[in-house]
Every structure is written in structure tokens, then in C-alpha cells.
């Protein structure tokens, strides 16, 4: 490999000022897009392109004005003309596009990297860490300071209704996801190792990814840097075993923690279709919110925010009256429309235990529905047999499950593929049904088949589930 035009976060703040033109490589992806979006708000001239373009962030990135370019016909000496080149880490590190990169002569850096040195090197930023929640949980935060005054800067992957998913803001405040995915080929570290966190909040921590990591213990280490560092406060869910290794691990960080079994809330959960209500501990008082949030998973979340706002000195009052009124981003627990009377419900759980909670706070929503899951298993992890008992434990709130199977195998070497069969036979051994579905013609006629009034689809799949959201389907949800 030739790497002497790499960038790493020092060598990108050395030469900020000889930066004026960037090109995103791979700008189609959540982080890609709403980075590039973030650099054009700084005033760079910001260029990107992909292979395929799709909704919903082909849509957004159309209306940024950004210029975007099919790499499938680009002329590769106009990245000459570049002062920087942000590669996406969607590109194999022994693939053509990585060989070509590397000779042009540009220099390149991962997106992470850019954003630590000329996004957030001079802001207040609170890093929203962990397996699960982390892009309800930036958003959540986003709302809950605009309501209680502040101006904030966020970057969330996902798209928000009427918003752009990424915004510099007008305060020191920061609000950043922080994906312990790594950054690039050239890379292989976390990408919130590069942003320069001043807080971190930790939402949960278990194996995933298993692609890159090899256990648990490879996904902690990825924080010792951050903790090492942090000067800020760090909010944890302590219902984690991995996330209390790490409060004992670095006990001199300032902690605050949370969870459902821990002595902080939240505690006296009541949930209605309406919205919940719920207690939370800060220096020794217990104070009431009520919220139109349902499922436990995201009053969790909520309570980061709660902790963090309280912990920067807002009255709880202001804080009570800012969370009483939530948006979600889109693809979390998304009501699309009906179809054929049943509410269709979008939503990006591909983690087990995101099935779970999901599956739960859909049935609080919407208690008098039959719940329908439609499951793509479509990372990595979840096309691998790692969680094949877990995922068939979560099922069980289901009333019926229709499986999506995509074609890939696993990538993941120390892994066979999710045995859809062996769980579909635990499930109508539990008397529920449950079906496999190879392609978007029989998902489309068992859909036909299960849609009515008295249920409701929850489609789970991080992807476009065998090319549902990209079909006709769609156009169908009235």
C-alpha cells in the first residue's frame, strides 16, 4: 500500500488552512453524507460521489446542492484537482478503488478524522457512544437544548423530517454519534477516537460488529483513549456488565450512571400509547417527567439527555418541559402509511436486542394490533449465526414473523450463516408463524397475504429489505 498521502486528525489540523476544496468518495453513506453537508456549512467546496445513489439520503444530498458525480463513468484525474480526497470506509483496503486512491497523488483522510479537526476541534462535544440508541439518543439531545435555549451543533446518522442531519449550531455545544465502527481501510480504529469528545455518553455496550472485532474486550479497549482523556462528564448505563468494567476500569472519570436496575432510574415506568411517565435520580432527589416517548429502550436514552442537562446546571423545571415533546429520526419506529389497512412501521433494528425492544414498544403503541415482524438480518453480525438464539428469543413478541433473507453470506470468518429455518421451527414450536422469504416477489405476496386491519407491519432491517423501500410497495402506503 502506498500511504504517504494519508491524513490521520494532527496531520489534518496542521494543514486546515491549505484546505479549500474536498471530495467526499463514497458520499452516500449516513456518516459520508451528513459529514460532507457539515464541511460545506464550514465554507469548504465540497464535492461527492458514489455507485448508487438511494433514498432517503440520495434525496437529502440533492437538495444540499452538493455536486455528486457516478463513479461508475469518473474521469479519476479530476480528484487532481482536489486539496483533499474523504474516503469512506465502505472501501477494501485491497480493492481497485483503494490502489487508485493512493496513487493520485491527493492527499486522503477517513471522515472521522475530518470532522475531529475541522468540525468540532474548537467545540463543547458530547459524544453519544454504544451498541444501541446512539442515533435516537443525538437526536434527543439535539431537541432537548434547542428547547432549552442553546443553538446546538449535531451530526446524526439518519435522516431527519424537515431537517438536515448534520448542523454546525451557533452554541458550543456539540451533539455527535459516535460509532465504534472503524474509520477507514487505512484506519482501524473507532471513528469517535477522532472527534475530540469532551462527554461521553454511553448507551449500552455489547458484542456487534463482529467483522472487525474479535469479543467484547476488542470493543472496550476502543474506549480507553476517550477515557483517558475525557474532562467532561461520563453518562453510563450501567445495566451493561462491559460499561461498569470501564467506570471501574477508569474510576476517576466523572461519572453519573443510569439503568433500569440501577439506583438512579428510571424508575416507575408507566407507559400508554399516549406517552410515558417516569422517575430519574440526580444528587440524591428524585424528580417526575412525562414524555410522548414509549418503550423502555428510549426512556433510557432520554434519561442521558435528562442527566446531561441537570449535570450542566438547567433547572429541572426547563428540563421537565423539554422532553415532553419528541421526534424520531426516520427508520426509528417510522409509521410509513397503511397498507391494505395495517399500519407499516419502519424501523432500523437489526441487533437482537434492538428486535426486542423494538417489538415492545411498537406493542405499547398499538395494543389492540396483531404485530407482523418482517426481519432482514442484514449486517454482518446479523447474517452470521452469532446471535441465532438471540434473535429467536426476541421473536417471540411477535404474533408472526416473515423472515427477508438476503443473498449475502456472513463476512464474518469465525461464523456460519443465521440458520432461518432452525428458528422458524422454534417459533412455530412456540406457536408462532413464522415464513422465509428469499426475494421481493414472495415478500411482497406473504405482505398481500398478512396485511389487514386488525394487524400492523414492523419492518426491521437497517437495508432496503430485499428492495421493499426502493419497490412499489412504497408508493402503495396511503
Not at 410 to 421: C, I, M, P, R, W
Request: aromatic content about 10%; charged content about 25%; proline content about 3%.
Amino acid at each position: 500500500m502506498n500511504l504517504n498521502h494519508k491524513l490521520d486528525l494532527k496531520g489534518l489540523i496542521n494543514k486546515k488552512n491549505q484546505i479549500k476544496k474536498i471530495f467526499f468518495y463514497r458520499i452516500c453513506g449516513t456518516g459520508m453524507g451528513a459529514a460532507a453537508c457539515l464541511l460545506r456549512e464550514c465554507g469548504y467546496d465540497v464535492e461527492g460521489g458514489d455507485l448508487n445513489f438511494f433514498p432517503p439520503m440520495s434525496t437529502y444530498l440533492e437538495k444540499t446542492g452538493i455536486p455528486l458525480h457516478n463513479l461508475a463513468d469518473f474521469d479519476w484525474d479530476k480528484l487532481k484537482e482536489f486539496d483533499l480526497i474523504v474516503v469512506g470506509n465502505v472501501v477494501p483496503r485491497n480493492g481497485e478503488d483503494a490502489r487508485r486512491l493512493e496513487e493520485i497523488g491527493t492527499p486522503f483522510c477517513s471522515f472521522p478524522a475530518v470532522m475531529g479537526a475541522f468540525v468540532l476541534h474548537d467545540k463543547n462535544v458530547v459524544g453519544i457512544a454504544g451498541t444501541h440508541g446512539k442515533t435516537t439518543t443525538t437526536y434527543f439531545m439535539s431537541q432537548v437544548f434547542k428547547a432549552l435555549g442553546h443553538d446546538p451543533g449535531y451530526f446524526i446518522g439518519g435522516v431527519l423530517e424537515g431537517e438536515n442531519s448534520s448542523y454546525l449550531g451557533q452554541s458550543p455545544y456539540f451533539f455527535i454519534e459516535s460509532d465504534e465502527y472503524d474509520s477507514a481501510y487505512f484506519e482501524k480504529i473507532s471513528k469517535f477516537r477522532s472527534y475530540t469528545l469532551n462527554h461521553l455518553i454511553l448507551t449500552s455496550l455489547e458484542f456487534d460488529h463482529a467483522d472487525i472485532f474479535t469479543d467484547i474486550e476488542d470493543i472496550k479497549k476502543e474506549f480507553h483513549p476517550v477515557l483517558e482523556e475525557l474532562k467532561g462528564v461520563a453518562i453510563a448505563n450501567s445495566d451493561y456488565a462491559a460499561v461498569e468494567d470501564l467506570m471501574v476500569q477508569f474510576s476517576n472519570c466523572h461519572w453519573h450512571r443510569y439503568g433500569s436496575r440501577s439506583d438512579f432510574g428510571p424508575r416507575k415506568i408507566t407507559q400508554s400509547h399516549a406517552g410515558s411517565e417516569f422517575e430519574v435520580r440526580y444528587e440524591n432527589q428524585w424528580f417526575q417527567f412525562k414524555t410522548n416517548v414509549v418503550g423502555e429502550h428510549n426512556i433510557l436514552n432520554l434519561t442521558t439527555c435528562i442527566l446531561f442537562a441537570l449535570s450542566e446546571g438547567h433547572e429541572v423545571g426547563a428540563v421537565q418541559e423539554a422532553v415532553k415533546n419528541l421526534e424520531f429520526v426516520k427508520r426509528r419506529q417510522e409509521l410509513r402509511g397503511l397498507y391494505q389497512g395495517a399500519p407499516v412501521i419502519d424501523d432500523f433494528a437489526h441487533h437482537p436486542r434492538s428486535v426486542d425492544c423494538t417489538i415492545a414498544a411498537v406493542k405499547t403503541k398499538y395494543p389492540d394490533k396483531k404485530i407482523k415482524v418482517i426481519l432482514e438480518p442484514n449486517s454482518a453480525t446479523a447474517r452470521s449465526n452469532i446471535f441465532q438464539d438471540e434473535f429467536a428469543a426476541a421473536l417471540l413478541g411477535a404474533d408472526e414473523v416473515v423472515f427477508a433473507k438476503p443473498e449475502r453470506a456472513t463476512t464474518v470468518k469465525s461464523a456460519e450463516n443465521l440458520d432461518y429455518e432452525q428458528i422458524a421451527l422454534f417459533l412455530k414450536q412456540k406457536g408462532r408463524s413464522a415464513v422465509i422469504c428469499d426475494s421481493l416477489e414472495g415478500l411482497r405476496e406473504k405482505i398481500n397475504e398478512i396485511a389487514n386491519e386488525e394487524s400492523l407491519l414492523l419492518v426491521l432491517s437497517n437495508g432496503t429489505c430485499l428492495g421493499l423501500w426502493k419497490s412499489s410497495f412504497v408508493d402503495e402506503l396511503q
